[in-house]
């Protein structure tokens, strides 16, 4: 279970931008998780709850979008969307291909401030 | 009335500063020419028999050390010690993987250019590592035979993060009639192209390929200061 100590990186992460956008209070953080990052939604979002509890986020939501895992296919040369994490193919022609192009994403892209 | 809400652009990745110290030691791994491995699987599959094995068996040609994480006790280092070689144990108290920071402290005082080979033992854990980089060249994540051959079905991050698989005690395969063909087909599902190594480190049977990998790995890595 590392998703507490994650999530106490999200909020001191979210935390530091507030201030420098002038203190203002943080009413959401925007979170892209890639379905490869090693972090559990669920989890994520109970430990979220407690690592906000008595900082200047409680209260605040933690809004996750979850990003499917996207691979190289090298014979249809493009990007493709896995249709499972056990199966890394090419969802068209079949062709195994290990290079992930998108998938492990773990990363604060926007925070909802209130004056 | 109370305004809208503002939406400020962040984009930072949360695991910024563990990323920060990987890199860092993965540059000072190379230049000091020393290939470093991390070994990751649940436990019990035997990361400790088979580091004390490879250590034994490198240390004849090779200066070799090993970093090993527990939660508590620092027996894995004690039996570790046995191969006569440097280890230091990292225990982690509740935190259940090592963190590129955890490596670098336990590095301070060691030369590295004084090593070859450097071994970190991550904690027994499936999940968890699979999220941290720790500036290693090569992941080395094992299954054993006893624990059945869909784990890499069921754990998919982790086995997709490591470098090598390596199927451990192999001398019970026939007794728990372990399906090799059906743990590669697995392994490879998840990780296509992962080179599998199946051996035993109890009887030594297997070993070898896997110390000619690691061997040719420092040769084609390290070309400056290979031996």
Same mark, same amino acid.
């Not at chain 1, 192009?101 to 990363?107: F, I, Q, S």
């Given at each position: 279970m590392h998703e507490l100590s994650i999530a106490m990186s999200i909020v001191e992460m979210a935390q530091e931008e507030a201030e420098i956008h002038g203190h203002a209070q943080v009413q959401a953080v925007h979170l892209r998780l890639g379905l490869l990052s090693g972090v559990a939604k669920e989890a994520l979002l109970s430990c979220y709850e407690m690592a906000c509890a008595a900082t200047p986020l409680e209260g605040s939501k933690l809004l996750i979008e979850e990003i499917p895992v996207e691979v190289f296919c090298p014979q249809?040369?493009?990007?493709?969307?896995?249709?499972?994490?056990?199966?890394?193919?090419?969802?068209?022609?079949? +062709?195994?291909?290990? +290079?992930?192009?998108?998938?492990?994403?773990?990363?604060?892209?926007?925070?909802?401030?209130?004056? | 009335m109370s305004a809208?809400?503002? !939406?400020?652009?962040?984009? *930072?990745?949360?695991?910024?500063?563990?990323?920060?110290?990987?890199?860092?030691?993965?540059?000072? &791994?190379?230049?000091?020419?020393?290939l470093a491995v991390s070994l990751v699987s649940s436990p019990g599959s035997g990361k400790t028999a088979l580091l004390e094995k490879m250590l034994t068996m490198l240390?004849?040609?090779?200066?070799?050390?090993?970093?090993?994480?527990?939660?508590?006790?620092?027996?894995?280092?004690?039996?570790?010690?046995?191969?006569?070689a440097p280890v230091k144990q990292i225990i982690t108290g509740t935190i259940c993987h090592l963190e590129a920071a955890m490596v670098q402290n336990a590095l301070e005082g060691w030369d590295l250019n004084q090593l070859d080979f450097l071994f970190i033992e991550n904690v027994g854990n499936l999940v968890c590592p699979s999220s941290y980089d720790l500036g290693e060249? !090569?992941? &080395?994540? !094992?299954?054993?035979?006893?624990?059945? %051959?869909?784990?890499?079905?069921?754990?998919?991050?982790? &086995?997709?993060?490591?470098?090598?698989?390596?199927?451990?005690?192999?001398?019970?395969?026939?007794?728990?009639?372990?399906?090799?063909?059906?743990?590669?087909?697995?392994?490879?599902?998840?990780?296509?192209?992962? %080179?599998? &190594?199946?051996l035993s480190a109890k009887t030594g049977d297997g070993m070898c390929e896997c110390i000619k990998f !690691?061997?040719?790995?420092? *040769?084609l890595s390290r070309p400056a200061v290979a031996i």
């Open positions: 249809c040369e493009v990007p493709r969307a896995i249709r499972s994490i056990q199966w890394f193919c090419c969802p068209e022609c079949g +062709t195994s291909t290990p +290079t992930v192009v998108r998938g492990k994403e773990l990363e604060v892209v926007a925070l909802e401030l209130k004056e | 809208e809400p503002r !939406l400020v652009e962040v984009r *930072k990745n949360v695991l910024k500063q563990n990323d920060i110290v990987a890199r860092a030691l993965r540059e000072r &791994f190379r230049e000091a020419g020393v240390r004849p040609r090779y200066r070799v050390a090993a970093l090993v994480g527990d939660l508590a006790t620092e027996n894995d280092a004690q039996r570790l010690a046995r191969s006569q060249d !090569l992941r &080395f994540v !094992l299954l054993s035979v006893t624990e059945g %051959e869909d784990k890499p079905l069921k754990y998919p991050t982790i &086995f997709n993060s490591a470098d090598v698989a390596i199927i451990t005690k192999w001398d019970l395969a026939a007794a728990v009639e372990f399906d090799e063909a059906a743990a590669k087909s697995n392994i490879q599902a998840v990780r296509p192209g992962m %080179e599998v &190594f199946t !690691l061997e040719l790995w420092r *040769k």
